[in-house]
């Protein structure tokens, strides 16, 4: 549906997919939640190539564990210390880290990035 939109409107625009760390490295239990992610990735990079000479961009974020309700059970207690020991950056994500980069994806300065996907995980997962 977006897509239509972009192209009826004849000027440059941004698609910026909101993916899964998951999607890159699998997890035991999300095998839908997995595929559907890398699913996503797929069709991000495909539509980059069909959409690139129309002026329109289209990446993806990736973001590793950020503080949400999806998080909420695994950082509880003692979980949060115990991830943040294995983040190089030392603490989880916040949504506005997964905003930010959002932002720039959309923003002239990324004018020429394409099919790309921004790992937001603290350095988590290289």
Known sequence: ????YLLAAKSAGRVVSISSVVAE??????TAYAAAKAGLLGLTRSLAQELASRGVTVNAITPG????AMTAELLAGDG?????????LGRVGLPTDVAAAVRFLVSEAAGYITGEVLRVNGGLYM
């Open 65 to 68: 564990f950020i503080e949400s």
């Open 80 to 88: 949060r210390a115990a991830l943040e020991e294995q983040i190089p």
């Open 1 to 4: 549906a977006a897509t239509r």
């Open 25 to 30: 490295r699998g997890n035991a239990g999300q």
